[in-house]
Nanobody, 128 residues
């Protein structure tokens, strides 16, 4: 059983930075595709970034490309999302997620339906 625990959310002014963390138990033993999603009030959950552990290939939504960076610690137990140059539109509940999939499935925009394991979410609020 994979357990995901998120942390690092909070309130920040526009232009500021936050780093989200997602601690996983037995993460690399059970999964090879990891991602970050976000959901703002009244909107559907959307994929922000993903990482395929087999090759290190990453994906970023156009809205965050150049500002956000997804990464993993050396042991593969923690997933990070470094968020720089934050904008008010980034305000949302952020979720980490993971599943076992091929490089082919773990490409492009992360799909909610593909991810089996989910964290509880951490709130990010960006003020103008």
């Amino acid at each position: 059983q994979v357990q995901l625990v998120e942390s690092g959310g909070g309130s920040v002014q526009a232009g500021g930075s936050l780093r989200l963390s997602c601690a996983a138990s037995k993460y690399t033993y059970s999964t090879n595709c990891m991602g970050w999603f976000r959901q703002a009030p009244g909107k559907e959950r959307e994929g922000v970034a993903s990482l395929y552990t087999g090759s290190g290939r990453t994906y970023y939504a156009d809205s965050v490309k150049g500002r956000f960076t997804i990464s993993q610690d050396n042991a593969g137990n923690t997933l990070f999302l470094q968020m720089n140059s934050l904008k008010p539109d980034d305000t949302a509940m952020y979720y980490c997620a993971a599943y076992s999939g091929s490089w082919f499935s773990c490409r492009g925009e992360p799909r909610v339906s593909d991810f089996r394991y989910w964290g509880q979410g951490t709130q990010v609020t960006v003020s103008s």
